[in-house]
């Protein structure tokens, strides 16, 4: 089933050059950039994105490294496209994540870990809500469908 997903590339990514390669890595898997920005993350949207650790003793840290720098926010589109991104990115804890994933290959972070990325369907619907105005997000139709998929795939 054709999915979109909320990514975003966290400031230790943009602090280590690393945005362009880690872009190219889910664009080379087939994955398509419907909608992509560079946001300066505040209190308000960082408490929303994070409730579920707001009461945890990390959130002031995790917050501070979340606004040291703009983040790059991309809705990334493809058939599965929130479990292929969650693959791709590998454990959270880039210490145990495997080598191959984006945090196996360039992170021994817990918190800075190069990525965020949706974890359910309705993760991703209410992340994307929260990063993007519905006109931000465009609708590719089939280009570059039949290069990407079988026929029976879309």
Same mark, same amino acid.
Request: glycine share 8%; with cysteine.
């Given at each position: 089933m054709l999915e979109k997903t909320l990514v975003l590339l966290? *400031?230790? $990514?943009?602090?280590?050059?690393? &945005? @362009?390669?880690? &872009?190219?890595?889910?664009?080379?898997? @087939?994955?398509? &950039?419907? @909608? +992509?920005? #560079?946001?300066?993350?505040?209190?308000?949207? %960082?408490?929303?994105?994070?409730?579920? %650790?707001? @009461?945890k003793p990390f959130f002031g &840290?995790?917050?501070?490294? +979340? +606004?040291? $720098? *703009?983040?790059?926010? #991309?809705?990334?589109?493809?058939?599965?496209?929130?479990s292929v991104v969650r693959t791709m990115t590998g454990s959270t804890n880039g210490r145990n994540a495997d080598p191959g994933t984006i945090r196996g290959d360039y992170c021994m972070s817990n918190q800075q870990n190069i990525v965020h990325a949706s974890d359910s369907p309705e993760s991703a619907q209410a992340e994307l809500n929260r990063f993007f105005r519905p006109e931000e997000i465009f609708d590719l139709g089939s280009l570059n469908m039949p290069r990407l998929y079988a026929l029976d795939e879309v």
């Amino acid at each position: 089933m054709l999915e979109k997903t909320l990514v975003l590339l966290k *400031p230790c $990514t943009f602090e280590r050059g690393l &945005i @362009g390669e880690i &872009i190219n890595r889910f664009e080379k898997k @087939g994955l398509r &950039i419907a @909608g +992509m920005k #560079m946001l300066q993350l505040d209190d308000e949207i %960082l408490a929303e994105h994070y409730a579920h %650790l707001v @009461g945890k003793p990390f959130f002031g &840290i995790l917050k501070e490294s +979340m +606004m040291r $720098t *703009p983040v790059v926010a #991309m809705c990334l589109e493809g058939v599965d496209a929130i479990s292929v991104v969650r693959t791709m990115t590998g454990s959270t804890n880039g210490r145990n994540a495997d080598p191959g994933t984006i945090r196996g290959d360039y992170c021994m972070s817990n918190q800075q870990n190069i990525v965020h990325a949706s974890d359910s369907p309705e993760s991703a619907q209410a992340e994307l809500n929260r990063f993007f105005r519905p006109e931000e997000i465009f609708d590719l139709g089939s280009l570059n469908m039949p290069r990407l998929y079988a026929l029976d795939e879309v």
